[in-house]
């Protein structure tokens, strides 16, 4: 069945840093853009990054920007967030989501498939 | 890439319509029609509700529906039933090819 599986959250000192991983099933991984998406403890949802199919095309929230890095193996069906700098508000649960349609990027046709989460916590 | 404008909480009973509102600018749902809505239950992932404004994926019932006036965007979900207790958020794409969502409604069934 059509899955995403994130991994790599942890606990993390400010200053620290942390590669997520999401590993996708079930669907043409290399047709899909795919972003990044966290969710602090009691708070909405903030998008963090995207990546087009090919990973030619990248965006960052600018909460992110320098400090996160978003990659993706299409031979290895896996999508990546490298993040460096971390600090206490990056705590978050972090989602990693399909966009709808393929080749198509994600802000336009909305997000069908999300991960469960993978929980990263920054202590200061 | 301020966030979205959305009422914290609204609340109705069951067989009631409710309609939570999601408010931007022209960079972001005054711009496009591309505005989607997503359902959250505690503990639990996202779950697209509503694409492009007003569509709805496979498997969403008819009583979620979404329009968009201006810089607003609505979801109305008529015959509230229990199961429709959950936070709510609202998403856009923007000027600068971002995505940006909205604070979140809790919706309570009473």
């Known amino acids: 069945q059509v899955q995403l599986v994130e991994s790599g959250g942890g606990l993390v000192k400010s200053g620290g840093s942390l590669r997520l991983s999401c590993a996708a099933s079930g669907f043409i991984f290399s047709d899909s853009y795919m972003s990044w998406i966290r969710q602090a403890p009691g708070k909405g949802l903030e998008w963090v990054s995207y990546?087009?199919?090919?990973?030619?095309?990248?965006y960052y929230a600018d909460s992110v920007k320098g400090r996160f890095t978003i990659s993706r193996d299409n031979a290895k069906n896996s999508l990546y967030l490298q993040m460096n700098s971390l600090r206490a508000e990056d705590t978050a649960v972090y989602y990693c989501?399909?966009?709808?349609?393929?080749?198509?990027?994600?802000?336009?046709?909305?997000?069908?498939?999300w991960g469960q989460g993978t929980t990263v916590t920054v202590s200061s | 890439q301020s966030a979205l404008t959305q009422p914290a909480s609204v609340s109705g009973s069951p067989g009631q319509s409710i309609t939570i509102s999601c408010t931007g600018t022209s960079s972001d749902v005054g711009g496009y029609n591309y505005v989607s809505w997503y359902q959250q239950h505690p503990g639990k992932a996202p779950k697209l509700m509503i694409y492009e404004v007003s569509d709805r994926p496979s498997g969403v019932s008819n009583r979620f529906s979404g329009s968009k006036s201006g810089n607003t965007a609505s979801l109305t979900i008529s015959g509230l039933q229990a199961e429709d207790e959950a936070d709510y958020y609202c998403?856009?794409?923007?000027?600068?090819?971002?995505?940006?969502f909205g604070g979140g409604t809790k919706l309570t069934v009473l």
């Open positions: 989501a399909r966009a709808r349609v393929a080749r198509t990027t994600v802000g336009r046709c909305g997000m069908d498939v």
């Open positions: 990546i087009s199919s090919t990973g030619i095309t990248i």
């Open positions: 998403s856009s794409y923007t000027t600068s090819s971002t995505v940006v």
